[in-house]
């Protein structure tokens, strides 16, 4: 055994009553568990590609430590433990371990404190729909068994439906549509053989809007997805739901008036009076218009201007607008954010704005969390420039933000911005005035963020990258403790399918953006947080 390096504290969630404590390993660093507590913790040991788990069974008790000698793998201390509910503190030290010799040897009494212990099962978090590479996969949080639903690779998209019943994904550039009840796959549309079909659930139906090569059409689960119900436009993504899934508000570009000299507008349609046209709230010449958000409290639509239709333009990044959901003209919100939705985020109270401010398509570099008054289009500054900070995500319960956030930097690219953007860590701040930081993640094996509040502000999920490029989705407490890692590695890729540079274990994404959404979607219960 080696010794002599200063002890690390970690927060664990242990509850006495389950049957099982996953403490899992990964090979990058030389780190894993002394401690003592009153149980002795018959072993048992399992093992995957990427990661070692061992299984302590928890229901016996003796005062004698347990010792595991696991290989002589280089091991980091995340410990999960199901139906976590109480928490335990102790410190960790480095130690050389032996894979293969698996026999039980002294372990060490390291100092251990119990500080909490609490016997009640942990809060349900919803359910996470997510990609791995050999299939779709299905878990309830926080420590549900994941549950294959559909084999296969090269997966995207998954979304839930409305009822939770149904989850949608893109699977060889077809939609499929999945029964989680009666275990049914259905395949809608007819698309062109090149391209993933763009679809959308409406928030409060079991109905798809989707868009194939001869238009775009609404289906139902109530015919069972045969055969579209009604057909919406010839194009009209991407769009926006009003709330009670009875309207859309969409882009388009014209040429009909005007055939060399089109014209980006944004419209407003109903989907339940059939009768009705659409209705034009902005139109304007020569620029594209991407629809962002629906504020209906304000009855205000948010988009960004595209001038050109310029796709280099677009991006490095565009000036955000605000129109009447009536129609009428146009003012600007003065911030010029990259085209992502999770590049920013409405308050609760859909009275403010926090975006990740700042042109340019390297996300290590001039970028700011700014806050939006959207009553008096005042502005304000989170974070400071030295930084680059991205993926805001307001609170659902109180007035705090988490993002993303490393040293900034001017580098084109390379190298020096790979190590820019592995300095990412999660933080979170008070949207007051003078709001206090806090930074919550701090392993500099990881790259960290994507950050999703829990719908009960308890628990933030957010995406992690390890230094060799693996993306996997984590949970953990609001205050930064109780870590777990909840699915193995996600296949995103930051190239298209045939691309000879496309990668799995990029870090590069686009420019540093990677899109988390393209392999999850989350359901909780209550209010979506995001």
């Known amino acids: ?90 410190q960790v030290y480095p130690f050389d371990v032996n894979r293969r010799a698996f026999i039980q040897n002294a372990c060490c009494l390291v100092g251990c404190s119990l500080f909490s212990f609490a016997g009640q099962a942990a809060e349900s978090l919803g359910t996470i729909v997510y990609v791995q590479k050999n299939g779709l996969w299905l878990r309830e949080l926080p420590a549900g068994t994941p549950r294959l639903l559909i084999s296969g690779a090269n997966i995207q998209k998954p979304r839930f439906s409305p009822s939770g019943e149904w989850v949608s994904c893109v699977h060889a550039n077809k939609l499929h549509v999945l029964s989680l009840q009666a275990g049914g796959a259905y395949v809608l549309g007819i698309y062109r053989d090149d391209c993933p079909p763009n679809a959308q659930w409406s928030p409060e139906r079991d109905e798809i809007v989707l868009e194939t090569k001869r238009g775009v059409y609404i289906f139902s689960a109530e015919n069972l997805w045969k055969e579209a119900i009604y057909k919406v436009a010839d194009k009209c993504f991407p769009l926006l739901f009003s709330s009670d899934g009875n309207e859309i508000v969409f882009a388009e570009r014209s040429t009909k008036d005007k055939p060399d000299d089109a014209q980006g507008r944004i419209c407003r349609l109903s989907l339940r009076d059939f009768q009705s046209s659409r209705s034009v709230l902005i139109a304007e010449d020569h620029t594209g218009l991407i629809p962002y958000a629906w504020n209906q409290r304000r009855g205000e639509v948010y988009y960004w201007r595209d001038t050109d239709f310029s796709g280099s333009l677009r991006s490095d990044g565009l000036e955000l607008v605000a129109v009447s959901d009536k129609g009428g003209a146009s003012h600007s919100l003065n911030i010029e954010t990259l085209v992502y939705d999770d590049s920013l985020s409405l308050s609760p109270a859909q009275n403010q704005l926090v975006a990740c401010d700042g042109g340019g398509r390297n996300t290590w570099a001039q970028k700011r969390i700014v806050l939006v008054n959207l009553e008096t289009r005042a502005k304000r500054y989170l974070t400071s420039k030295s930084t680059a900070a991205t993926t805001p995500c307001w609170s659902p319960v109180e007035n705090r933000i988490v993002y993303s956030c490393g040293p900034a930097g001017e580098e ?98 686009y420019y540093g953006h990677i899109d988390w959404a393209n392999a999850f979607d989350w359901r909780q219960h209550g209010e979506l947080s995001k």
């Open 1 to 90: 055994m080696s010794w002599g390096l200063q002890p690390v504290q970690v927060s664990c969630g242990v509850n006495p009553k389950s049957e099982n404590v996953r403490i899992f390993v990964s090979n990058s660093i030389t780190l894993t568990l002394g401690l003592w507590v009153p149980w002795r913790f018959p072993v048992r040991y399992f093992e995957t590609a990427q990661s070692a788990t061992i299984c302590l069974d928890a229901r016996q008790v003796s005062n004698k430590p347990v010792s595991v000698d696991t290989g002589r793998l280089h091991a980091t201390y995340e410990v999960i433990g199901l139906n976590s509910c109480c928490a335990l503190n102790w």
């Open 412 to 509: 084109g690219g390379g190298e020096p911005a790979r190590r820019l953007l592995a300095q990412r860590r999660l933080w979170s701040v008070d949207s007051n005035p003078n709001g206090t930081r806090r930074q919550l993640t701090h392993d500099p094996l990881y790259r960290d963020e994507e950050p999703i509040w829990s719908a009960n502000g308890k628990q933030i999920l957010f995406g992690r990258i390890s230094a060799d490029g693996r993306k996997s989705l984590w949970i953990m407490m609001a205050s930064g403790g109780n870590l777990r890692q909840i699915t193995g590695t996600l296949p995103i890729y930051d190239g298209p399918e045939g691309a000879s540079w496309r990668s799995e274990e990029s870090w590069w994404g």
